[in-house]
């Protein structure tokens, strides 16, 4: 039996990994939001599909590529290893899907393709050589945090204004990348051994579990605290208290994740996380009412 010459379209639909696109998709609903201006739902649609079955899609094909090697001994049935993705195709999809972004990135003004053009710009270095930045964890997790929460949420706002965003909106999105970069830590928990053996330099491995658990909390609450000062400041206690009502909420789910990192990593990524991302839409309607 010949082998595929061509990938199957369920196999393409694995790489793209559409359960990573929430993330990505959220900020840029925040960014729509806190643009301040009214919805124009044909751009926001189209801004959501480029922030996740898109970008986000593109750094999935092209992460799954450069491992290729890796996942043939931890996970064979993944779709290049296994044959389903043959050839040079699983390059090619990232490619495909990385001129794809810029078509419709180019079609959302010149602000979402800049934002479009540094997002894929990280994608590619945070797996393709000589960069790899996803082998020291303070790089690696830094370019994820900012792909994810970051760059979408700009883009959002940059889509509504057909402009540059705010500096608050800005300001915004930067610390919320900061803040995702300890959920990015957190992640690392659980491939502490094969990062070891791999030789990727995760904060795990770097600063050891207790070091690098304390670290991921601090840094993950650091930047709320800054929003709820801000907003307080701005004239916004309502969003400033529901905030805080968020922050105690993800402080009593991380008193439990201090006691067992490496257990309970899933537990809050699933738990505290999601309290984050509600006060990410909180500021963004903060953001709105001006």
Same mark, same amino acid.
């Given at each position: 039996?010949? @082998?595929?010459?061509?990938?199957?379209?369920?196999?393409?639909?694995? +790489?793209?990994?559409?359960?990573?696109?929430?993330?990505?998709?959220?900020?840029?609903?925040?960014? =729509?939001?806190?643009?301040?201006?009214?919805?124009?739902?044909?751009?926001?649609?189209? !801004?959501?599909?480029?922030?996740?079955? +898109?970008?986000?899609?593109?750094?999935?094909?092209?992460?799954?590529?450069?491992?290729?090697?890796?996942?043939?001994?931890?996970?064979?049935?993944?779709?290049?290893?296994?044959?389903?993705?043959? *050839?040079?195709?699983?390059?090619?999809?990232?490619?495909?899907?990385?001129?794809?972004?810029?078509?419709?990135?180019?079609?959302? !003004?010149?602000?979402?393709?800049?934002?479009?053009? %540094?997002?894929?710009? +990280?994608?590619?270095?945070?797996?393709?050589?000589?960069?790899?930045?996803?082998?020291?964890?303070?790089?690696?997790?830094?370019?994820?945090?900012?792909?994810?929460? !970051?760059?979408?949420?700009?883009? *959002? #706002?940059?889509?509504?204004?057909?402009? %540059?965003?705010?500096?608050?909106?800005?300001?915004?999105?930067?610390?919320?990348?900061?803040?995702?970069?300890?959920?990015?830590?957190?992640?690392?928990? @659980?491939?502490?051994?094969?990062?070891?053996?791999?030789? =990727?330099?995760?904060?795990? =491995?770097?600063?050891?579990?207790? @070091?690098?658990?304390?670290?991921?909390?601090?840094?993950?609450? #650091?930047?709320?605290?800054?929003?709820?000062?801000? +907003?307080?400041?701005? !004239?916004?206690?309502?969003?400033?208290?529901?905030?805080?009502?968020?922050?105690?909420?993800? %402080?009593?789910?991380?008193?439990?994740?201090?006691?067992?990192?490496?257990?309970?990593?899933?537990?809050?990524?699933?738990? *505290?996380?999601?309290?984050?991302?509600?006060?990410?839409?909180?500021?963004? %309607? #903060?953001?709105?009412? *001006?």
């Amino acid at each position: 039996m010949s @082998k595929p010459q061509y990938p199957e379209p369920s196999a393409v639909l694995e +790489l793209l990994k559409p359960v990573t696109w929430f993330a990505p998709m959220w900020a840029y609903m925040c960014g =729509v939001v806190s643009s301040g201006v009214p919805i124009r739902w044909g751009a926001a649609l189209l !801004g959501a599909v480029l922030a996740g079955p +898109l970008v986000c899609a593109t750094s999935q094909a092209v992460n799954d590529w450069y491992d290729r090697h890796v996942d043939a001994i931890n996970e064979p049935n993944r779709p290049i290893p296994s044959g389903r993705i043959p *050839g040079e195709w699983g390059f090619y999809i990232g490619v495909i899907w990385s001129v794809l972004s810029l078509i419709v990135a180019t079609a959302l !003004g010149t602000s979402v393709l800049f934002a479009a053009i %540094f997002g894929l710009a +990280l994608a590619w270095a945070y797996s393709a050589p000589p960069w790899r930045l996803k082998l020291n964890g303070w790089y690696g997790n830094s370019a994820v945090a900012i792909c994810y929460e !970051g760059v979408p949420w700009f883009t *959002g #706002a940059a889509a509504m204004a057909g402009a %540059f965003p705010s500096n608050s909106v800005i300001l915004f999105a930067l610390l919320y990348s900061i803040g995702a970069h300890g959920i990015m830590t957190l992640n690392d928990f @659980k491939a502490i051994e094969g990062d070891k053996v791999m030789g =990727v330099r995760s904060l795990p =491995v770097q600063l050891g579990v207790e @070091k690098a658990v304390r670290l991921a909390c601090a840094v993950m609450a #650091a930047p709320q605290l800054i929003v709820i000062t801000l +907003l307080w400041n701005w !004239g916004h206690p309502f969003y400033a208290f529901l905030i805080v009502g968020l922050l105690i909420g993800q %402080f009593v789910l991380m008193a439990r994740l201090l006691k067992d990192p490496r257990g309970q990593a899933a537990y809050y990524n699933a738990t *505290g996380t999601t309290l984050y991302v509600l006060g990410m839409l909180v500021s963004a %309607f #903060a953001l709105r009412a *001006g």
